[in-house]
Each structure stands twice: as structure tokens, then as C-alpha cells.
């Protein structure tokens, strides 16, 4: 899908008005894999802005009606889409499940958190795609329960080509509200960063297992 780049903007505007994106190129950040990054994105800030969280809401069942079509199930990834992905569940009028990173290792030992039946089409809310891992994951785990997965729905990704591929091979149709092409966009008219900084942006953005080493 081809980007609203009015919308995706506003997103990105959103994101970094509350620091929800931080981009810190002289003092770049460790992400849990390791990796440096001169970014770091935590998109759970957005649940505390009313209406930029009414905003993504918003997008959100406006992409899934155009993309995807309603479901029967609107599915969330454990953490950060939980809370947006019952909000649209909300909006739409539909169910809402949860889909864990692993088997809780008591109880019941479920996965998908809620009720959905074989057979059921579902939406999968997400609110950060980085390599892809995680949120294809929850994907796997919906499949597996003989769910009819449309697609899935991000508020933000970093679009490495990785994560493109993954998704590819995975035959899962991805859409997110914003990327990292037009965060860097906003960044530079706003004056957030320095034009100086975009090459190293760049840079880091082609590899950014090795950038910093």
C-alpha cells in the first residue's frame, strides 16, 4: 500500500512532538539486540495523548476497512498492541484477543489470549515493526490455530528490507500509519535534526547491524 504521505507525516509529527521517537545522533541508543541505534521508538506514549491516540485509532480502522476489509477478529501483539488493538476492536464493534510472545508457563498455557474460533479472519494490531520477528510470531501463532490472517496493521516501522522480506515470505500484507522515510522527513522540516545528521541516518538505516561498530 501506498502511503496517505499527508497522514503518515502527522503520524511522525505526533511521534516525535511527545518523544514517543527520540533520535540522538551524537549519543546513539542500545537496542535489546545489541544493536546502536541513533533512534529509539517507544509507541506506548501515545496511549497517554488522547487525541493522538484517537488519531491512530482512527487510521487504524480506516486502513483495515480499505485493506483489509472488516474481520471477524481484531487481534493485538503483545505488549505495545494490546491497548491500540482493543481500541479498534472497540471502534469496529468486534472481538479482541491478545497474542503473547510465548506460553505462560502455568495455567491454561495459552498463546492467544481471549476467544477466537478455526476458521475466524482476523486483523493483527501492532504498534513498533522493527526486524519483523516478534510480530510475525503472533502471526504463526494465529495461523496455527487455523485463524484466516488478512493482514496486519503497525503504527510505525523502521522498513528495513529484512523485515520486507520476512513479511513477503511469510505471505502476511503488512500496513503501517508511518515509516521511517517520512520520520526523517519530518524531523529535517521541523528542524528536529540537522541536515548534517540525515547522512548518518542514512547510513545507519542501510545497516544497522554493524553501524556504531
Known amino acids: 500500500m501506498k502511503l496517505n504521505n499527508d497522514s503518515a507525516l502527522k503520524v511522525a509529527e505526533f511521534l516525535l512532538q511527545i518523544k514517543a521517537i527520540k533520535l540522538e545522533v551524537a549519543n546513539p541508543f542500545t537496542w ?20 493522538i491516540r484517537t488519531y491512530i485509532r482512527q487510521q487504524f480502522v480506516k486502513i483495515i476497512n480499505e485493506e483489509f ?80 490472517v488478512k493482514g496486519m496493521a503497525a503504527i510505525f516501522t523502521y522498513s ?23 520520520l526523517i522527513q519530518q524531523a529535517a522540516k521541523t528542524g528536529y535534526v540537522e541536515e548534517s545528521d540525515l547522512i548518518t541516518l542514512a547510513e545507519w538505516r542501510e545497516n544497522p547491524d554493524k553501524w556504531g561498530l
Open 69 to 148: 476489509g472488516v474481520p471477524d477478529v481484531i487481534a493485538g501483539v503483545a505488549t505495545g498492541g494490546i491497548a491500540h488493538g482493543a481500541l479498534v476492536a472497540q471502534d469496529m464493534g468486534l472481538p479482541f484477543v491478545y497474542v503473547r510472545q510465548s506460553e505462560k508457563s502455568h495455567g491454561l498455557e495459552n498463546v492467544i489470549e481471549g476467544v477466537i474460533e478455526s476458521g475466524q479472519s482476523v486483523v493483527v494490531i501492532e504498534d513498533l515493526i522493527s526486524t519483523g520477528g516478534s510480530s510475525l510470531k503472533a502471526v504463526e501463532a494465529l495461523r496455527k490455530a487455523k485463524c484466516e
Open 32 to 51: 535489546a539486540s545489541g544493536w546502536k541505534s541513533p533512534i529509539y521508538c517507544d509507541n506506548r506514549k501515545t496511549l497517554s495523548y488522547p487525541k
Open 160 to 182: 528495513f528490507p529484512a523485515a520486507d522480506e520476512a513479511f513477503k515470505k511469510a505471505k502476511c500484507k503488512v500496513i503501517t500509519l508511518s515509516n521511517y522515510e517520512n
